[in-house]
């Protein structure tokens, strides 16, 4: 799974380009954060005895899921050499929005709109499409760089979260995202089996469709997309609407699987998805890395923020080491990059 | 200005090699206090390498170079500028979110004892000397809200009152109109009187005429000849640069060369109806054939790229229409255009291509949609990719290898391939043939005529004269933003084509 988007090299390619070095140095940014993940694994496992167990390994599933589903959309945008910093708020935006559109219990003193469930999804859906392509129209039409973009909409989305919900905390969801958020089947949480699905949908689109092909050569040279006809904005608005819905779904799962939906519910998702994708190897400079490294990257910070929990570590350090792993990954991630353009001389 | 002054600058017997390439051979050059010296010779001819050793940019090169009789080496053009010689490169190199007094004095602001920057004897000073140009910009404005021209002018005036004893110019005028080329000559008059050396290279011989002093030629690395401007004329100068009937070597294109007649009888393709683009293009139009190849030939700075750009629907003309088979046609972007059936070719082949990917990636990527709407074909894509990578004879004979590690000639090849699986309807090339050697230039020209004769309407734009003689049945000729001159079923020749330029 981990190697799974990158088409592997040619024998032939590998001697030209000189040898299994250059093969090492050209996939680098794939190799990398695999070793990493087992590095970890490796780690706690010994650490800890309750670590590599069959129900640990559920929890961190289980843990990443959401994380999971709204990294799908993101590295759409990553890989185009843009960026999402909504997606947080755009998932909380939208979980509270299923929730607005549901009856509430009496005891919740809320505004609300009580619709039936598939009009609820089907609004909460609109709604982060919406700003998908709110978000779409400035970096395309307007021409706002998308760090700068997607700033902005991380204060719309959470004005409009504020709005509805004005402090306090709704509880209810449509029963679909009920089940979907926090049910199970034959002991497997539907969240997982979710998050598994679009990431699988994912890693089909960008690799067995036009528009995945279009992705990775905008990111890999926008301007030569350009001149080969693509219509370049249509696939950037694109990649932002999709990370927009990816985060709405992740948002409403969220909701039902946390069991509450309120303000501020979701802000360390930014950082988390971000970090999964740029950890995972997919380059910050566009058009290489996929689906694959996302999963590895998940697996990575999963591990990591589960394992640190049972070798019973000060959780302010938790912070700090977490810092020091993201910052490792950029090392590589940018690091990769040259080390592949040497590869290729 | 008379021959006993010392020389300020003296170059004897200078040679220049990169790589097994000789670009300067053996030439000598002077430059005397208070004289102007027009430097004249086609690209490549090693008037900009020669410039560049002046200017300390080139180091390593064989012979003498004298500065006041004194022999000097520098080791960058840090030294060049300490030693007061100065240049203006042909690309604007300014820093467009500064003011214009800023720039005037970019690395060298006036400043107290605190090193804190004279805002107002900056711009008292600055403003002083533009008026020398005649410019009567505000210094305190942002330089990039000022038309190009006036920033050229800008760029130029930072370098004149510098202080320099030596000034470079490669092509100041391609982007000035006619009467800031005249303020430009005043200042560079002024200069001359206080005794200031200067080099003036320029494509139009014209401007070479009116304002030197001494005129000097070079081809293929050589200084062919050198003259006083008052005892020579344009016609005699071009013969020196093209060396007509001396050089076997380059005869086929000295020659004359008959056009076709324009073929009437076929559909216009893609016709142009009086664009016009800021200070770039004005009111241009033509017409090309299916069937027949379109050379447009102009210098650096004519308008060409911009032009190709509006055809491939990536910069919208101010004015004007563009009419695909009499259709008048807008495009809202690059793929609009392929869609009308256009397919565009840049100058910079890095423009086009991915060399990070594999090469039937890149031959593939506009006939994505035409193999299937929704999902990749991989096997198609290789199989359409190994027929063009077999019919355009690229080497080494591999789809899979990243592009990168394919020749020059062979991306070029590859960047003609993209648009050959499904053949376009107008193909646009810019400067297809630059930077190629003799087998794959040879190799170009034979795939553009065959494309021709399959009836696509080819427009092939160069500044080089060759490029532009080798391939078109027509030629248009852009000076300025402006078509000055076609040539059409008569004979053809460089120099024809130079003097319409």
Redesign the interface.
């Known amino acids: 799974m981990a190697h799974g988007d990158t088409v592997p090299m ?1 024998e ?2 590998a001697r ?2 000189g040898g299994i070095a250059s093969l090492l140095r050209s996939q680098m940014r794939n190799i990398a954060p695999f070793l990493t993940l087992i590095f970890l694994t490796a780690f706690f496992a010994v650490a800890s005895p309750s670590f590599a167990t069959l129900d640990n390994v559920g929890n961190i599933l289980t843990q990443v899921s959401v994380t999971g589903i709204i990294a799908v959309g993101l590295t759409f945008v990553i890989l185009c050499a843009e960026i999402d910093l909504s997606i947080a708020a755009i998932a909380n935006v939208t979980g509270i929005a299923v929730a607005y559109f549901t009856l509430q219990e009496s005891y919740v003193n809320i505004a609300n709109v009580p619709m039936p469930g598939f009009a609820a999804i089907l609004l909460a859906l609109a709604l982060c499409a919406l700003l998908g392509v709110v978000n779409a129209f400035g970096l395309t039409v307007i021409g706002i760089p998308s760090f700068i973009m997607t700033l902005a909409m991380m204060q719309i989305a959470a004005g409009i979260s504020a709005m509805l919900v004005r402090g306090q905390i709704a509880y209810k969801v449509p029963p679909l995202i009920t089940t979907l958020g926090s049910g199970s089947i034959a002991g497997i949480p539907w969240i997982v089996i979710v998050a598994a699905l679009m990431l699988l949908l994912g890693h089909l689109v960008l690799t ?7 992705v ?2 905008v990111g ?2 926008r ?12 696939i950037l608005g694109s990649v932002m609407v999709i990370s927009a819905v990816c985060s709405g779904i992740g948002g409403m799962l969220g909701v039902a699987h946390f069991g509450s939906a309120q303000q501020n519910e979701f802000d360390t998702y930014l950082l988390d998805s971000i970090a999964a994708v740029v950890v995972g190897g997919t380059s910050l400079f566009g ?2 890395g996929g689906i694959g490294n996302t999963i590895v990257g998940l697996f990575v910070l999963g591990v990591l923020n589960n394992g640190l929990d049972h070798v019973n570590i000060d959780s302010f350090l938790k912070i700090l080491i977490r810092g020091l792993i993201l910052l490792a990954a950029l090392v590589i991630n940018v690091y990769a990059q040259r080390l ?2 040497k590869a ?2 | 200005m008379s021959d006993s002054r010392p020389p300020l600058l003296e170059l004897q017997d200078i040679t220049k090699s990169f790589g097994g390439v000789t670009a300067l051979r053996g030439v000598d050059f002077t430059l005397r206090p208070g004289e102007i010296h027009g430097l004249v010779g086609e690209n490549g001819a090693g008037k900009s390498t020669l410039m560049k050793i002046i200017a300390g940019v080139h180091t390593g090169f064989s012979g003498r170079f004298l500065l006041d009789g004194r022999e000097v080496h520098f080791n960058s053009a840090r030294d060049a500028r300490a030693a007061g010689i100065a240049m203006v490169h042909q690309e604007l190199s300014v820093a467009p979110d500064l003011t214009v007094a800023e720039n005037v004095f970019l690395g060298n602001q006036p400043t107290n004892a605190l090193g804190i920057v004279q805002w107002r004897r900056m711009a008292r000073e600055a403003a002083e000397q533009l008026k020398r140009l005649g410019i009567d910009a505000d210094p305190m404005s942002r330089l990039g809200d000022l038309p190009i021209g006036l920033q050229q002018l800008i760029e130029i005036a930072r370098v004149l009152f510098s202080g320099a004893r030596i000034i470079i110019l490669d092509e100041p005028t391609s982007a000035l109109s006619p009467p800031e080329v005249e303020r430009l000559f005043a200042a560079l008059r002024k200069l001359r009187e206080q005794g200031t050396g200067i080099i003036f290279i320029s494509h139009f011989i014209e401007d070479i005429l009116l304002i030197s002093d001494e005129v000097t030629v070079f081809r293929n690395g050589r200084k062919i000849m050198e003259t006083r401007a008052a005892d020579t004329s344009k016609a005699a100068l071009i013969e020196a640069m093209i060396g007509k009937g001396r050089d076997a070597l380059e005869d086929s294109y000295t020659h004359d060369i008959t056009l076709p007649a324009p073929p009437t009888d076929k559909p216009v393709v893609v016709e142009a109806d009086r664009l016009s683009l800021a200070r770039n293009l004005k009111q241009v139009s033509f017409s090309v054939y299916a069937g027949e190849v379109l050379g447009i030939y102009g210098f650096m700075g004519c308008g060409q790229l911009e032009l190709a750009r509006i055809l491939f629907g990536k910069l919208a003309p101010d004015a004007g229409q563009l009419r695909v088979s009499g259709e008048p046609n807008r495009f809202k972007s690059t793929a609009d255009a392929r869609r009308a059936g256009i397919a565009f070719v840049p100058e910079s082949r890095r423009d086009m291509l991915f060399l990070q990917e594999p090469v039937y990636k890149n031959v593939s990527i506009s006939i994505l949609d035409r193999i299937n709407a929704v999902l990749l074909k991989p096997a198609r894509e290789r199989a359409l990719a190994e027929r063009q990578v077999e019919q355009l004879q690229i080497r080494p004979a591999d789809v899979e290898i990243d592009l990168g590690l394919l020749s020059g000639g062979n991306q070029q090849k590859v960047a003609l391939a993209k648009w050959l699986s499904h053949p376009p309807r107008l193909l646009v090339l810019c400067e297809p043939t630059r930077g190629m050697d003799v087998g794959a230039k040879s190799d170009v020209i034979q795939i553009v005529r065959q494309l021709r004769d399959k009836g696509i309407a080819v427009i092939v734009m160069s500044t080089e004269p060759e490029t532009v003689l080798s391939l078109a049945d027509r030629v248009i000729v852009l000076k300025r933003g402006e078509v000055v001159r076609e040539f059409a079923g008569e004979t053809i020749s460089k120099d024809r084509l130079l003097e319409a330029a």
Do not use: C, H, I, W
């Open positions: 040619p032939a390619q030209r380009a067995y469709t036009r528009f995945g092909r279009y990775y050569m890999g040279n301007e030569a997309a350009e001149y080969s006809g693509l219509n370049v904005k249509l058009g290489r592949r353009a290729a001389d």
